[in-house]
């Protein structure tokens, strides 16, 4: 079974600064990948970022990177230079990989708010 | 385009009424999923449909009622619910090909109240 962990329910960050957001996971799967979504107020659920366990750089996607420590089971996200418009929840999730239609599991969520 | 659409956007019924949701995506994608969402919780996966067949109903009780007319849509027929089945219903769409990615791309979500 696959597991999702975020600790921080929610995170504040002044404006221009950047911030990381945690997550660690459980599988017993060898082939899996991580997925960050945001989303806002307004409920829809945004793509930001995918990283696959066999990937050996850190996926990076405009001001969004994360930070895979592969040992330590963690996938953080990394924004730079954050922006009024980045406050939202943020969900970790993750997914065995070349299986077609399996489930996405999610984490609790971080809910962030960037301060001017 | 990775665009999924959903209607209704709002939605209030009775608990007699019968209505339905609607979603949408013109990706190509072969998986389609409906997924519930309380306030301040993860989405919970109630249904995913592979090639245009039921593939996983995670033990939803039978008043939400799934059906995958076409590779592009998806219809979640509802009746006789209950109050706590007030929430955010949110589509998503896959390649559904096994592709090493998979992203689920979702859509705006359709915030339901059952009065």
């Known amino acids: 079974a696959q597991k999702i962990t975020q600790t921080q329910p929610g995170m504040f960050v002044q404006e221009k600064e950047a911030v990381t957001l945690d997550c660690t996971y459980d599988?017993?799967?060898?082939?899996?990948?991580l997925f960050w979504y945001k989303q806002p107020s307004s409920g829809e659920m945004i793509f930001l970022i995918y990283q696959g366990s066999y990937d050996e750089q850190n996926a990076t996607e405009g001001r969004y990177s994360l930070n895979f420590q592969k040992a330590r089971k963690s996938a953080n996200l990394v924004i730079s230079a954050s922006q009024l418009g980045d406050s939202a929840m943020y969900f970790c999730?993750?997914?065995?990989?070349?299986?077609?239609?399996?489930?996405?599991?999610f984490g609790k969520g971080t809910r962030l708010s960037v301060i001017a | 385009d990775t665009e999924v659409t959903q209607t209704p956007k709002h939605l209030v019924m009775g608990m007699t009424n019968k209505k339905s949701l609607k979603c949408e995506q013109h990706m190509g994608h072969r998986a389609m999923y409906w997924y519930k969402q309380k306030a301040k919780k993860p989405p919970e996966l109630m249904f995913v449909?592979?090639?245009?067949?039921?593939?996983i109903n995670e033990s939803v009780p039978s008043r939400f009622s799934p059906e995958c007319p076409n590779s592009s849509l998806l219809n979640l027929h509802l009746h006789a619910l209950q109050p706590e089945d007030s929430a955010l219903y949110l589509c998503?769409?896959?390649?559904?090909?096994?592709?090493?990615?998979?992203?689920?791309?979702f859509g705006p979500g359709t915030r339901l109240l059952v009065l």
């Open positions: 998503a769409s896959s390649p559904g090909d096994r592709a090493r990615q998979e992203t689920q791309y």
């Open positions: 449909y592979s090639y245009e067949k039921l593939s």
């Open positions: 999730a993750m997914r065995e990989q070349y299986s077609g239609n399996t489930p996405l599991v």
């Open positions: 599988t017993s799967d060898q082939s899996y990948g």
